[in-house]
């Protein structure tokens, strides 16, 4: 028996699943997230849209849950969390252990209850889906759970190994680093994070947004991974000011290498240059880490009126709802493909369009025009429409031609993905990268091709979510405990 | 660490620093910068490292008072810590016998020459430093070139010293008595853009240094770039320094000016 169908026989449980029929659990609706009003929080900030739910919303939610023999929501999670052990719990009322069973898993469920795709993950493994209801609420449940705990002042810090000495040094603070540096911990390792910027949480911090997942929320899962042990040093690039020999030197036995992504893509059109066009890196950092739109900021942000947003990802609603929340009164998604082929998460498309945000599908730039003093002031779409489908399974947009547009624009943020970090590539020799610059890895135990270093997150898989990263983290540190016991 | 033990005015408006930072004296190389950050609410900025002594676990900084940022760097006295100094970051510049290197720089581009004067002569070169300013008392660090130049000629807009003229009627001085095989070039946008128009009549290979907006220095935001050849370019990771005759400095111009209203509220509200 597995451990979760073990977890699934104790008599508490059995009991709990015994008090109420499925069907009758299958009548309760899901349920609703409580979210700020579009008209309020269009105009704040920091304030966070979703409100979470209440005590009592969630032991209702929980009581959906079917409980089933053979899980499949488990599977649908990068991290395999014990999804209907953490919910059963809730609806037991006891939310504490509901947090510790999210926790032996994930060491950020306040941030994967809030960020994670789950209508693709766990949630579109629910067996509700098949009777043609919509599937448990897991991701406001997770967050509940994370919350709980969090605001109890009960938090409860995951079992720790005798420590066994050895040293192993993190890159970047980002999710992958943050599940590695967790489970490295929790093994018992001396775990050190190298940090670049001046602030710990990579694009937790610095890309998504307060609205989203508020920076607290963040500092307080560091401070847990503080508690257990994991050092963290900021404003230090491996690489650069501490090489890899250096760490060597100083009796660091492995390296994690979560350094996330590097280059923001651009398009390599006509008036791309402009001021006023500018990477949705860029224009989230400005907001998110240097905090621009406070007036005592010394960092400057464009508070552009017509503000157009180039892509179809969860950074492009990000940048463009930020946008919005600075004062533009025309705030543009422009996507190339139709919104079933947007990558964004669905509640981010439903909030985006609660505050206004205009779509316009079918869409890619072909030139910016801009003013004398070389500021962005137009833009010429060009239409599109779906053709042949491609590798990835989607529809290719192909140009419809002697078709374009020319709209008025003030500001326009390019979120078309990003390359993998170039500065560990650069400055390591002997690592293998792909044409792309993505670090060649095994799959299974996220090995790079010198032994004593492992990788994981957007490094490897140029850009993909903070739940993958997370994954790959633990497979890393999986990976990384037995390659390292071998040596010995 | 990042404390600052001693603090010299070059000019009314540039100083100099010695900065605790003992990995960064160590890894640091001629064409380095490092990103600073003053105060919680203060703007990551790009300063070159001028120097380093590995022993004392110190570097040098020398700012010149262009902006808000640098002109409240400037206020930091001895004993100060610096909030955030990372580094070093770019690309070092890429230094070889190449013969006589002409190292051509003016206003706050001083600095991070003195470096590169260094390397190029102890490389084997013969360095021919133009050092240019718009008056006397503007002209900066003119002994420690000396030290590492083979000739020196000093350029001043109004003729209060040295020769009376701009950096590329000095660097034309030069051109026109002796053959130069590479020229480097750091300073305001505008005066390498005339260095490089100079040197490209000459066919003189030419690399210049760029100083751009960033806000992380590692690659990620993108605010620095730059059309290289036809091609948009980081300066945080792929350069600082790039082939100047390909560089387009009225783009980089214009890019330099992007936040220049928001630059002088920032100025008019705060006294420093």
Redesign the interface.
Known sequence: MDKYSEERTQSWRVELRNSMKPKERMKIPRAKMPELLPEYRCHTMKEEVNLGLTPQMAMTEAKRCLDCAKPTCIEGCPVNIDIPTFIKNIERGNFLEAAKTLKKSSMLPAVCGRVCPQEKQCEAQCIYLKTNKEAIAIGYLERFAADYERESGNMSIPEKAPANHIKVAVVGSGPASLSFAGDMAKMGYEVVVFEALHEIGGVLKYGIPEFRLPNYVVDVEVQNLKTLGVQFVTNCIVGKTLTLKDLEDEGYKGLFIGSGAGLPRFMNIKGENLVGVMSANEYLTRVNLMDAADPEAETPIFRGKKVAVIGGGNTAIDAVRTARRLGAEKAMIIYRRTEQEMPARIEEVKHAKEEGIEFMMLRNPKEYIGDEKGRVIQMLLQVMKLGEVDDSGRQTPVPVIGETELIDVDEVIISIGVSPNPLIPQSVKGLEVTKRGKLVVNNETMQATIPNIFAGGDIVRGSATVILAMGDGRRAAKGMDRWLKNQQ | MNKIVSKEYLSPNVVKFEVEAP??AK?RKAGHFVMV?V?E????IPLTIADANIEKGTITLIVQKVG??TI?FCTLEVGDII???????GNPTHVEKFGTVLCACGGVGTAPMLPIVESMKKAGNRVVTVLAARTKELIMLENEMRKFSDDIIIMTDDGSYGNKGLVTAGIEMVIKREKVDCCVTIGPAIMMKFVSELTKKYNIPTIASLNTIM??G??????C???VGG??R?VC?EGPEFDAHQVDFD?ML??L???ID??QE?LKKISL
């Open positions: 990995l960064i890894a950050r105060g609410k203060g703007e990551r808000f940022s409240k909030t955030d100094l990372v580094g070093p970051l806000i992380d590692t690659g990620m935001c993108g605010s770039r730059v059309t091609k948009t980081f990771v783009e214009i890019r000016n992007a936040y928001f630059e920032k």
